[in-house]
Structure formats: C-alpha cells, structure tokens
C-alpha cells in the first residue's frame, strides 16, 4: 500500500533554515507528481511547491525563492529545503502524492519562533 512519512520539522529561529524529507514507498515513485502542502492552526490546507515526474516545479507566491522542491528518484524521497523560515510558514507540513487519487503523509510540524 501507498505510504508517505515525513520527517525534518522541528522548532527553528526566524531566518532559519529545515529540510523536510518524505519516503516514499507502495508505488513507483518516479512517475508521479509529488508535492507539499502545510496546514496552520485555524486555516485550510494550502499548497506550498509540486514537482513532477521530469523535475517541473511550482511554488506558492509566498515560499517563492525561499523554498526548494526536489526528488530523489533512487531513493524514492522527497525533499523541501526551507530558507529565511518567517514565523507565518509555522504549520503541519504535508507530503502529497498525486495517483489514482491524492495520498497524504503524517504530517510534520514546523515552529518558527524566537
């Protein structure tokens, strides 16, 4: 079966730096688009960046430029490197996996606080 796990978030200082990983198993990985999605407290899920199977990405207006998607088809894992973390991208962090239907991770929380 499909299983997606999450792993990276954690409590970092504004203008901090994480880097998100999601395993990806169940599937042949390298076919999909892939992505990320957070959730804040109180707000609906929201995209942050997608990827395809041939490494086209596509990012939210507010992570542009501070957020990289990437794959690593080898090891079926998904990445997202977050840089300059502002205390607005605290959320669950979501890895989503675009098949026959949309599987989702876990969830990873990320705090950014001082």
């Known amino acids: 079966q499909v299983q997606l796990v999450e792993s990276g978030g954690g409590l970092v200082q504004p203008g901090g730096s994480l880097r998100l990983s999601c395993a990806a198993s169940g599937f042949t990985f390298s076919r999909f688009v892939m992505g990320w999605y957070r959730q804040a407290p109180g707000k609906q899920r929201e995209l942050v960046a997608l990827?395809?199977?041939?490494?086209?990405?596509n990012y939210a207006g507010s992570v542009k430029g501070r957020f990289t998607i990437s794959r690593d088809n080898t090891k079926n894992t998904l990445y997202l490197q977050m840089n300059s973390l502002k205390p607005e991208d605290t959320a669950v962090y979501y890895c989503y996996a675009a098949i026959s239907t949309a599987y989702w991770g876990q969830g990873t929380q990320v705090t950014v606080s001082s």
């Open positions: 990827i395809t199977s041939g490494g086209s990405t």
